[in-house]
């Protein structure tokens, strides 16, 4: 689960971290009144989206002017001005797509003097199984950049579980940074500010972009992206308040209200399958076979009816799916379950594309009958190869 950039840096907040003070706005008419809350002389608007790379982005609305998501303002007129203008409006950035996102959100924060630009994030690795620091001293928009052309300039190291953060992290980090004095020592208390934050909230990731070395020798949170663990969110009721469902794909939502695990992707072909091994290896024969997948969805082990025939409208709720297969090895779940499901779906939503249908284990033939007897016109498969061939040959025509 993801949240916004100004939710972000009240989270931070309360772990001790440096942050601005700012205000978020909902409403243009709000712009002024929380402008001029803050002292100035500077003010920076910032377009709130689930999307990063705001300042490089651009407004798809002719009227909403050139510039991208993140402005100053040398006023407080000027600051609601540009709020007013980015309200509303969708931003189209390079993590956004063509389509870009609707800007319901705005956050206006004092501004900051800037000495140096670094970048600091904290990262769960799968390969590790530990939380790994990254740090640079190039930070600012074109990390990615950096991180492509000069991966050098980047230093990531992992934070042994067993003992947690120990204040040698950060100093390793201050030292990476070239940071001095007071700056030094307030990156090792950050860091352990940071660390303690990302395991007590149970986070994927926090990202900081910049992390500003001031004038005065000072660090500043300018920016942060924080991600939690979707699994764990039950244990953090303050953070899933500051869930912004508009920020999400309708399908993903959807699918998250029955417990189902779906994942939007940018093929043709719409999977339904239990168990994600299996989604993923059928995903996989997908591409082999020449098609591309629609979508990652694992109904679970134990789908009801009605799990599954919410699935299925899932998927053809999706514009771009124009074949679905059907993959189904019954273990735990039952494949005449899945036959009355995806029977229910097809007669409620209708049926308009191929439908490949593919089962294997308990109640095989009992599923295989009542597709059969439904009186749908539902392609049968012998294995997942065969039904990964009939329905990318029924897409292709």
């Known amino acids: 689960m993801n949240i916004h950039e100004y939710q972000a840096k009240a989270v931070l907040r309360e772990y001790g971290a440096p942050v601005s003070e700012g205000r978020a706005v909902f409403k243009a008419e709000e712009a002024k009144a929380a402008a001029s809350e803050l002292p100035g002389p ?24 050139p510039k991208g998501g993140v402005r100053l303002a040398k006023s407080v007129e000027e600051a609601a001005e540009e709020a007013k203008k980015m309200l509303g409006r969708t931003l189209v950035t390079h993590q956004t797509g063509p389509a870009g996102k609707q800007v319901n959100r705005i956050y206006i924060e004092n501004g900051s003097d800037i000495e140096r630009e670094l970048y600091l994030a904290l990262l769960v690795d799968r390969q590790t199984s530990s939380v790994s620091v990254v740090c640079s001293t190039e930070g600012g928009m074109d990390i990615e950049e950096v991180a492509a052309s000069t991966p050098e300039k980047i230093l990531s190291f992992p934070i042994d579980p067993a003992t947690g953060y120990q204040p040698f992290h950060g100093r390793k980090v201050a030292f990476a940074l070239g940071l001095e004095g007071k ?3 307030q990156c ?16 994927e990731q926090l990202e900081i972009n910049p992390l500003l070395l001031m004038p ?24 899933a308040s500051l869930r912004d469902e508009t920020e999400e794909d309708p399908k993903e939502l959807a699918a998250s209200k ?3 695990n779906y994942i939007a992707l940018e093929g043709e072909i719409g999977c339904m399958v239990n168990g994600a091994g299996l989604a993923m290896a059928t995903m996989d024969i997908i591409k082999l076979k020449g098609g591309e997948p629609a979508n990652f969805l694992d109904v679970g082990g134990g789908a009801t009816k009605e799990k599954v025939t919410e699935a299925f409208k899932i998927i053809t709720s999706d514009k771009n799916v124009k ?8 273990g735990i779940m039952r494949c ?11 007669k409620e939503v209708g049926l308009q594309v191929p439908l490949v249908v593919r089962l294997e284990g308990t109640n095989v033939e009992q599923g295989k009958e009542i597709i059969a007897n439904s009186g749908l016109n539902v392609i049968a498969a012998d294995d997942l190869s065969d039904g990964a061939e009939k329905i990318v040959k029924a897409v292709k025509g």
């Open 336 to 346: 005449d379950i899945i036959a009355e499901g995806v029977i229910a779906a097809v």
């Open 216 to 239: 005065n020798g000072e660090l500043k949170v300018l920016d942060a992206k924080l991600g939690f663990d979707g699994n764990a969110i039950y244990r953090h009721p303050d953070i």
């Open 258 to 260: 029955y417990d189902l």
């Open 42 to 65: 500077l003010w920076v608007v910032k377009a709130q989206i689930h999307a990063g790379g705001r300042g490089k982005g651009h407004f798809v609305e002719e009227s909403a002017g």
């Open 323 to 330: 074949g679905i297969l059907v993959n189904i090895f019954g």
């Open 188 to 203: 090792v208390k950050l860091m352990g500010d940071l660390y303690r934050a990302f395991i007590e909230k149970d986070m």
């Open 183 to 185: 700056a030094m020592k």
